[in-house]
Nanobody, 116 residues
Framework: ALLVESGGGSLQAGVSLRLSCAAS????????MAWFRQTPVTQLDLFAS???????NFADSVEGRFTISRDNAKNTVYLQMNSLKPEDTAVYYC???????????WGQGTQVTVSP
């Protein structure tokens, strides 16, 4: 599966934004899907994930503000971001893991810039 993110942009603090991650191939229902983000001064940071069964997990920094969901029929994973803060500014990457074979998939990244 080739992953393509979309929905990034520049916006002011406090607003909401939804990112999408579309798989060009079939996004298997068994894949673990996740979102990472990276700034020029931080490493790649895992902050949201969703299992094949729909269980989600979030980093403390986004808990309560971000949600992750998946639509297997559309081969798409979503990241809903609410109450955005300047510290959410980063390049956001979609990630997929095939647990059966250990294959990993990355999107090309999409920039989100939040101004005060």
């Amino acid at each position: 599966a080739l992953l393509v993110e979309s929905g990034g942009g520049s916006l002011q603090a406090g607003v909401s934004l939804r990112l999408s991650c579309a798989a060009s191939g079939s996004l298997s229902r068994r894949y673990l899907m996740a979102w990472f983000r990276q700034t020029p001064v931080t490493q790649l940071d895992l902050f949201a994930s969703i299992t094949s069964g729909g269980n989600t997990n979030f980093a403390d920094s986004v808990e309560g503000r971000f949600t992750i969901s998946r639509d297997n029929a559309k081969n798409t994973v979503y990241l809903q971001m609410n109450s955005l803060k300047p510290e959410d500014t980063a390049v956001y990457y979609c990630y997929g893991l095939d647990p059966n074979y250990g294959r990993k998939y990355w999107g090309q990244g999409t920039q989100v810039t939040v101004s005060p």
